[in-house]
């Protein structure tokens, strides 16, 4: 369906690690062929170890965000405990599968939890549901498919998950018209959020320039 | 009477009320070979900075209806509260309303609770209301503000999606603005220097799109207080029409004068006593 207002048509993507899960961003919100924010932050918190990355429509991404924090808050507050990655994800799924012919909102959540560690659930347009060790999101995902998974191995260091996100990033970004601007990246984990951005003129550098 | 609706939570689902009343006019109005005028958009150029001391908005003055300009002294900067000020683009009727209501709800929270509000939660309340109407209000929005947590500047779109950001334009020129805006905003900028490029922003804006002109607005707000300039800057092409048309009295000379006294008779008399007790 031909979306007005303002999409973040994005390159999204997250991978888990032992110990937690890094997840990476483009930074790039248009408006038909215009830039309205070149320094968008479309990595959201949901809770203290639990982010979502957005694409598709920002009004919609930005609004499910919003329901489905509260609505975790509150569980977590009911609970008394942190909540669980897989709870954040139904809930996601649950506003993305009954309102699916009026929203466009493609999410991935990852996070860090006691139980299962860190993990990547992504709840792509329509509303499904899975958990996978990586994932690739949004308009810019098509040309790094076969960077992700010829490079992705099981069992990674943060370290080279931050260096495969990063490079995917911004491969996408020099192929894809609608994803651009800044890297944003954040690695989750037990100890805590460890946010960075990269600039565009520090980005990797690849042969065909 | 409007005051028992304030603060009614809407019924769930959209109002459009309003839709069928316009159709049912406009049948009338097509019969008589009249047309129903168009709604007033206001082609606009507006923006905003965040400076070292506070926040920085500007906009033009002029609001069209079609090709013509309907208003040559519109208003565009809304006030919202006495810390929060608000530019709007898109149709006139719905940023003009959009923000009175928030304005009004503002200051029922800030009388309800004691406390002055912060620009968030203004964010927060258009977004869920521009939201509610999937794009159908037209109002494209810069909020401005300085609150106990510092100086913020929010845009929120007609479909509901906000962004954070130092500097913004908006509008039909915001194009041409944000080319100013770009190459010369700088972090913490001075007062003057700020308001200096609010000015060349707008200008630019005024200069490179049809649908803004006319003069320039600024306002300014500090944790000391608000500057609502208007106009900061006045068109060259000003013309000398009157706005207002009032004679003297005597203008007219008075020919011939003739009295003639009406002669009214008491026919009937009741009196009504008021229990004053």
Known sequence: ?209 | MALSNVVETPASGFNFENVSRNVALEGLLEGGHTKAPKPMKTGTTIAGIVCKDGVVLGADTRATSGEVVADKMCAKIHYISPNMYCCGAGTAADTEKTTDLLSSNLTIFSMNSGRNPRVVMAVNILQDMLFRYRGQIGASLILGGVDCTGNHLYTVGPYGSIDNVPYLAMGSGDLAALGILEDRFKPNMELEEAKQLVRDAIHSGIMSDLGSGNNIDICVITKQGVDYIRPYQESEYKDKRQRRYKYRPGTTSILTEKIVPLELEVVQETVQRMDTA
């Open chain 1, 1 to 209: 369906m031909p979306y007005l207002g303002q999409v973040a048509v994005t390159t999204i993507m997250a991978v888990e690690y032992d110990g937690g899960v890094v997840i990476g961003a483009d930074s790039r919100t248009t408006t038909g062929a215009y830039i309205a924010n070149r320094v968008t932050d479309k990595l959201t918190p949901i809770h203290d170890r639990i982010f979502c990355c957005r694409s598709g429509s920002a009004a919609d991404t930005q609004a499910i965000a919003d329901v489905v924090t509260y609505q975790l808050g509150f569980h977590s507050i009911e609970l008394d405990e942190a909540p669980l990655v897989q709870t954040a994800a139904n809930l996601f799924k649950a506003s993305c599968y009954r309102y699916r012919e009026e929203l466009m909102a493609g999410i991935i959540v990852a996070g860090w939890d006691k139980r299962r560690g860190g993990q990547v659930y992504t709840v792509p347009v329509g509303g499904m549901l899975v958990r996978q060790p990586v994932s690739v999101g949004g308009s810019g995902s098509t040309y790094i498919y076969g960077y992700m998974d010829s490079n992705y191995k099981p069992n990674m260091t943060k370290d080279q998950c931050l260096r495969l996100v990063s490079g995917a990033l911004s491969l996408a970004m020099e192929r894809d018209g609608s994803s651009g601007g800044v890297v944003r990246l954040a690695a989750i984990s037990e100890t805590g959020v460890d946010r960075q951005v990269i600039l565009g003129n520090q980005l990797p550098k690849w042969s065909t320039a």
